[in-house]
């Protein structure tokens, strides 16, 4: 972090600082609102207001030769006479003087104690006189608005643009400057006047302290701005010293100003000391002039930026003329020679006062712009392209105004001249109207158009092929085309040196695509920079001036703003999707070092957002695509383990004696967790086999297959023990599988020899044997295979009988479900299957699927259904 941000003083509260800038425009409306009163009341009421009758020294009260009136002389007083008393009342300061002549008005009478220069007292009765009026042949009326023109109107117009600049910006210290600069003129032109009591000695107090004010504070602008001073941060101790004297000599001089105007007059030693303070402080106020220009002239050299160094010569510039116009019409003009002289009481006098009046707020107005502007352009731009648009709007001012007067000259003038006007000439009035309704609301509002676009045809331009392009990127499907059309229009239309676009991929922000900038992939900014939940917050353009920083800057760490340089950022814009940031880009400076206009920011916020949904879309459509090929190659894999399994099940039925085998198993998923098996053993049995995995699809198919090789394998002996069997089983798939992975199994071995049936149950389903109308469940055996390392099983062994029919099936087939939730259910089974119990197993199976398929009603299935038959032959009939 430099120096410079690491002695950055925490920013005052907003909150604070709107109080104090209420408070100031409270105090100074309130001075400029009382002096415009006091305005009126002299020039436009004048004959209500009475003359000065004498003048005298405010500390030693004695009256001065030159200013004393006729009226005073016929009342005895004299020049070097001392006032004792006013009205009757001890003479107390200059305060009570002020407010003997307010509220006085021509024939009333004023009493004067003196004390004569022989130490004599004596009494002066004066009857107050009407002023001279000093305007000649010009109106109260037109008298008080030449005064209004530089004592009101320019004034307001200082405060009304210091007050937008402190609203602008608050937080920065030069504009507060500025705002006590602005108000300055307002206590140059206008004086505490014609008021009295607190109201007086708040004017006094306000006018007084923004006299002393004004110097200070423009060499404290001087040194700031637009960058501190290398002067000032080389030697600051000069700035010290300068105020420090300032407040000495202010010590001293408020309570003369105090004595003066409320304790009868300075005492000698106050008076001395008042008179040093004010050399001291007229002395302080022309040095702190020249240091300003000083200052001033320095920066034009060494600043440290080429927008700094356009700045002071745009102020310098604007200052001079305005200002310059100012001691040209008010100060030179009425000072010379007769032939020459310019005065207000004259009709040219007037105008050209006017004149330089309007001429003079180009001070202000350059103030405010150099302070408020992030970017400020060259004098020569600012001129020719003010000067030519000033000259264009005139012309076009000239145009419509000639216009309606000819119209005006041919419609209206025969219609002045005639007692009864007719028809025509009513018709003639209401065309007239109607042009200049055509004018104001129509014409001229095109032709105002036009003209901009004229003199701004290239921000005109930039604003027409950013809106466009905001529509082209709808089309756009893929990034790299799209990211590469967005910053070359940009680049070419706004003239921007550098341009960059990051991407949000993971926890960060990666450079994606970079016009005119030195990086390369590796740039990112994370997530959680400063910059970025800044754009997140607001889903506003940040803009980076790095002369006077934005709080996110002052808290981005040092990578992010290592970074930001990389880029040379000046402006970010968020690239907003519909619910999160696709990214950002980074701007950098124009070509021509202008800042950015609201139209700028306006056109490509809507580029942005535009963008941002275009990314969102293209990343939408490239995911789908993965999707779409991933769905693609899970069906296939999933068709090749279904291929697979469908082999793992028994290819044929084998034919036995005596008896029909069938077996059959229908997957949720396409491959599932059941399993049935037929193995043929070596001394002639059959082995038949039904398994439940838990779980569904790949993962249950891969513990099938273990669960069917695991059974393979250990019947390869043509074991006897099914419970030594069983227990093999488990161990195997124990080991084979995860913790959470078992399988419910049955198997049985069937002699059809001897028909006799050895089985073990391990948690399955228990098979169903149906033998007449009695139905035998085989449940004997023990707990799931593979949950177990150990566990304990129990065989049993029964004779089948012909005509028995024996029902293996998983819990698919017994809980198969309607839509409404309700289950097939074991005793429908069972009650199917009594009915096909003549049937052959292949044509019970087929039954029993399609029971249970019309019970269902079509309702999706979540399980796997598998059932395994074996119907033994009925016996042949006794003959």
């Given at each position: 972090?430099?120096?410079?941000?690491?002695?950055?003083?925490?920013?005052?509260?907003?909150?604070?600082?709107?109080?104090?800038?209420?408070?100031?425009?409270?105090?100074?409306?309130?001075?400029?609102?009382?002096?415009?009163?006091?305005?009126?009341?002299?020039?436009?009421?004048?004959?209500?207001?009475?003359?000065?009758?004498?003048?005298?020294?405010?500390?030693?009260?004695?009256?001065?030769?030159?200013?004393?009136?006729?009226?005073?002389?016929?009342?005895?007083?004299?020049?070097?006479?001392?006032?004792?008393?006013?009205?009757?009342?001890?003479?107390?300061?200059?305060?009570?003087?002020?407010?003997?002549?307010?509220?006085?008005?021509?024939?009333?009478?004023?009493?004067?104690?003196?004390?004569?220069?022989?130490?004599?007292?004596?009494?002066?009765?004066?009857?107050?006189?009407?002023?001279?009026?000093?305007?000649?042949?010009?109106?109260?009326?037109?008298?008080?608005?030449?005064?209004?023109?530089?004592?009101?109107?320019?004034?307001?117009?200082?405060?009304?643009?210091?007050?937008?600049?402190?609203?602008?910006?608050?937080?920065?210290?030069?504009?507060?400057?500025?705002?006590?600069?602005?108000?300055?003129?307002?206590?140059?032109?206008?004086?505490?006047?014609?008021?009295?009591?607190?109201?007086?000695?708040?004017?006094?107090?306000?006018?007084?302290?923004?006299?002393?004010?004004?110097?200070?504070?423009?060499?404290?602008?001087?040194?700031?701005?637009?960058?501190?001073?290398?002067?000032?941060?080389?030697?600051?101790?000069?700035?010290?010293?300068?105020?420090?004297?300032?407040?000495?000599?202010?010590?001293?001089?408020?309570?003369?100003?105090?004595?003066?105007?409320?304790?009868?007059?300075?005492?000698?030693?106050?008076?001395?000391?008042?008179?040093?303070?004010?050399?001291?402080?007229?002395?302080?106020?022309?040095?702190?002039?020249?240091?300003?220009?000083?200052?001033?002239?320095?920066?034009?050299?060494?600043?440290?930026?080429?927008?700094?160094?356009?700045?002071?010569?745009?102020?310098?510039?604007?200052?001079?003329?305005?200002?310059?116009?100012?001691?040209?019409?008010?100060?030179?003009?009425?000072?010379?020679?007769?032939?020459?002289?310019?005065?207000?009481?004259?009709?040219?006098?007037?105008?050209?006062?006017?004149?330089?009046?309007?001429?003079?707020?180009?001070?202000?107005?350059?103030?405010?712009?150099?302070?408020?502007?992030?970017?400020?352009?060259?004098?020569?731009?600012?001129?020719?392209?003010?000067?030519?648009?000033?000259?264009?709007?005139?012309?076009?001012?000239?145009?419509?105004?000639?216009?309606?007067?000819?119209?005006?000259?041919?419609?209206?003038?025969?219609?002045?001249?005639?007692?009864?006007?007719?028809?025509?000439?009513?018709?003639?009035?209401?065309?007239?109207?109607?042009?200049?309704?055509?004018?104001?609301?129509?014409?001229?509002?095109?032709?105002?158009?036009?003209?901009?676009?004229?003199?701004?045809?290239?921000?005109?331009?930039?604003?027409?092929?950013?809106?466009?392009?905001?529509?082209?990127?709808?089309?756009?499907?893929?990034?790299?085309?799209?990211?590469?059309?967005?910053?070359?229009?940009?680049?070419?239309?706004?003239?921007?040196?550098?341009?960059?676009?990051?991407?949000?991929?993971?926890?960060?922000?990666?450079?994606?695509?970079?016009?005119?900038?030195?990086?390369?992939?590796?740039?990112?900014?994370?997530?959680?920079?400063?910059?970025?939940?800044?754009?997140?917050?607001?889903?506003?353009?940040?803009?980076?001036?790095?002369?006077?920083?934005?709080?996110?800057?002052?808290?981005?760490?040092?990578?992010?703003?290592?970074?930001?340089?990389?880029?040379?950022?000046?402006?970010?814009?968020?690239?907003?999707?519909?619910?999160?940031?696709?990214?950002?880009?980074?701007?950098?400076?124009?070509?021509?070092?202008?800042?950015?206009?609201?139209?700028?920011?306006?056109?490509?916020?809507?580029?942005?957002?535009?963008?941002?949904?275009?990314?969102?879309?293209?990343?939408?459509?490239?995911?789908?695509?993965?999707?779409?090929?991933?769905?693609?190659?899970?069906?296939?894999?999933?068709?090749?383990?279904?291929?697979?399994?469908?082999?793992?099940?028994?290819?044929?039925?084998?034919?036995?004696?005596?008896?029909?085998?069938?077996?059959?198993?229908?997957?949720?998923?396409?491959?599932?967790?059941?399993?049935?098996?037929?193995?043929?053993?070596?001394?002639?049995?059959?082995?038949?086999?039904?398994?439940?995995?838990?779980?569904?699809?790949?993962?249950?198919?891969?513990?099938?297959?273990?669960?069917?090789?695991?059974?393979?394998?250990?019947?390869?002996?043509?074991?006897?023990?099914?419970?030594?069997?069983?227990?093999?089983?488990?161990?195997?798939?124990?080991?084979?599988?995860?913790?959470n992975r078992y399988a419910t199994f049955f198997f049985a071995a069937w002699d059809p020899r001897t028909r006799r049936l050895e089985c073990v149950n391990a948690g399955h389903n228990p098979p169903v044997l149906l033998r007449n109308g009695e139905v035998i469940r085989l449940e004997t055996g023990g707990p799931v295979v593979g949950l177990l390392p150990n566990a304990p099983y129990t065989e049993q062994v029964l004779t089948l009988e012909p005509g028995d029919l024996l029902i293996l099936y998983t819990d698919g087939i017994s809980e198969a479900m309607t839509r409404d939730d309700e289950e097939w259910g074991e005793e429908r089974m069972i009650e199917a299957a009594r009915k096909l119990r003549n049937k052959s197993a292949d044509d019970i199976l087929?039954?029993?699927?399609?029971?249970?398929?019309?019970?269902?009603?079509?309702?999706?299935?979540?399980?796997?259904?598998?059932?395994?038959?074996?119907?033994?032959?009925?016996?042949?009939?006794?003959?």
């Amino acid at each position: 972090m430099s120096p410079r941000m690491k002695r950055r003083k925490k920013p005052a509260s907003p909150n604070l600082l709107r109080f104090f800038l209420a408070l100031w425009i409270v105090a100074s409306l309130g001075y400029w609102i009382a002096g415009i009163v006091d305005l009126w009341d002299t020039r436009v009421h004048w004959d209500q207001r009475v003359d000065i009758p004498f003048r005298f020294d405010s500390d030693s009260r004695r009256i001065d030769k030159t200013g004393l009136k006729p009226e005073a002389r016929a009342a005895g007083l004299a020049p070097g006479d001392r006032i004792v008393a006013l009205n009757g009342e001890p003479y107390s300061g200059l305060a009570q003087w002020a407010t003997v002549l307010s509220e006085s008005h021509p024939g009333d009478i004023l009493q004067v104690d003196v004390t004569l220069p022989n130490g004599s007292s004596a009494t002066a009765t004066i009857t107050l006189a009407r002023p001279d009026y000093v305007y000649g042949r010009m109106s109260p009326l037109l008298a008080f608005w030449q005064g209004f023109l530089l004592a009101g109107l320019l004034t307001l117009v200082c405060l009304l643009i210091g007050y937008w600049v402190v609203l602008t910006r608050p937080a920065d210290r030069n504009a507060w400057l500025l705002l006590i600069l602005l108000t300055f003129p307002s206590v140059v032109f206008i004086t505490p006047g014609l008021a009295s009591g607190i109201p007086l000695f708040l004017r006094n107090l306000w006018y007084q302290t923004l006299q002393l004010a004004g110097a200070p504070v423009l060499l404290l602008f001087g040194i700031y701005f637009p960058e501190r001073s290398r002067i000032d941060a080389r030697a600051r101790w000069i700035k010290w010293i300068l105020l420090g004297l300032y407040a000495i000599a202010v010590l001293f001089l408020y309570p003369s100003i105090y004595m003066e105007n409320y304790g009868g007059g300075d005492g000698p030693f106050l008076t001395r000391a008042s008179d040093i303070a004010s050399a001291v402080i007229n002395a302080l106020n022309l040095l702190c002039v020249v240091l300003y220009l000083v200052l001033t002239l320095d920066k034009l050299r060494s600043a440290s930026t080429e927008d700094a160094r356009r700045r002071l010569r745009v102020l310098t510039t604007g200052m001079s003329i305005g200002m310059g116009s100012l001691l040209l019409v008010f100060v030179l003009l009425p000072d010379l020679p007769p032939p020459y002289r310019f005065t207000g009481a004259t009709t040219a006098g007037y105008w050209i006062r006017t004149a330089g009046a309007f001429v003079f707020m180009l001070a202000p107005l350059t103030l405010a712009y150099v302070v408020v502007v992030q970017r400020a352009l060259d004098v020569r731009v600012l001129l020719r392209i003010g000067t030519r648009y000033a000259l264009a709007k005139a012309t076009l001012w000239v145009v419509q105004v000639g216009l309606i007067a000819a119209i005006g000259f041919r419609l209206l003038l025969p219609l002045l001249h005639k007692q009864e006007p007719g028809p025509s000439d009513v018709v003639g009035a209401v065309i007239f109207l109607a042009v200049i309704l055509a004018l104001r609301f129509g014409v001229s509002k095109r032709l105002q158009q036009w003209l901009d676009r004229q003199f701004f045809r290239e921000a005109y331009n930039a604003e027409v092929v950013l809106n466009e392009l905001s529509d082209e990127v709808r089309r756009f499907t893929e990034t790299k085309p799209l990211l590469e059309t967005v910053s070359r229009a940009i680049c070419d239309t706004l003239h921007i040196r550098q341009l960059a676009m990051l991407l949000h991929r993971g926890d960060a922000f990666y450079l994606e695509q970079a016009v005119g900038v030195s990086a390369d992939g590796t740039l990112t900014l994370p997530a959680q920079a400063s910059s970025i939940r800044f754009l997140l917050n607001s889903n506003e353009p940040a803009r980076l001036y790095r002369d006077d920083p934005d709080a996110w800057y002052l808290m981005a760490g040092t990578a992010e703003r290592r970074a930001l340089d990389l880029l040379n950022a000046e402006l970010l814009l968020p690239l907003p999707g519909r619910n999160r940031l696709m990214g950002v880009m980074a701007l950098g400076p124009k070509r021509s070092e202008a800042a950015w206009s609201r139209t700028d920011l306006q056109v490509l916020q809507t580029v942005a957002r535009q963008t941002g949904l275009a990314l969102e879309i293209s990343e939408l459509a490239h995911t789908l695509a993965a999707e779409a090929a991933q769905r693609e190659r899970d069906k296939r894999e999933m068709e090749i383990a279904r291929e697979v399994q469908e082999r793992l099940f028994p290819q044929e039925m084998p034919k036995i004696a005596g008896a029909s085998v069938a077996g059959s198993c229908r997957p949720a998923l396409g491959v599932g967790g059941d399993y049935y098996d037929i193995i043929h053993l070596e001394d002639g049995r059959l082995g038949l086999a039904v398994g439940d995995v838990s779980g569904k699809g790949i993962s249950a198919a891969l513990l099938m297959a273990s669960l069917r090789a695991s059974l393979r394998g250990v019947t390869l002996d043509n074991p006897r023990d099914f419970a030594k069997l069983m227990h093999k089983v488990n161990r195997l798939v124990y080991e084979a599988s995860a913790s959470n992975r078992y399988a419910t199994f049955f198997f049985a071995a069937w002699d059809p020899r001897t028909r006799r049936l050895e089985c073990v149950n391990a948690g399955h389903n228990p098979p169903v044997l149906l033998r007449n109308g009695e139905v035998i469940r085989l449940e004997t055996g023990g707990p799931v295979v593979g949950l177990l390392p150990n566990a304990p099983y129990t065989e049993q062994v029964l004779t089948l009988e012909p005509g028995d029919l024996l029902i293996l099936y998983t819990d698919g087939i017994s809980e198969a479900m309607t839509r409404d939730d309700e289950e097939w259910g074991e005793e429908r089974m069972i009650e199917a299957a009594r009915k096909l119990r003549n049937k052959s197993a292949d044509d019970i199976l087929r039954a029993l699927f399609a029971a249970a398929d019309k019970f269902t009603a079509g309702a999706p299935q979540h399980d796997d259904m598998t059932l395994l038959i074996l119907k033994l032959d009925p016996a042949p009939p006794s003959s």
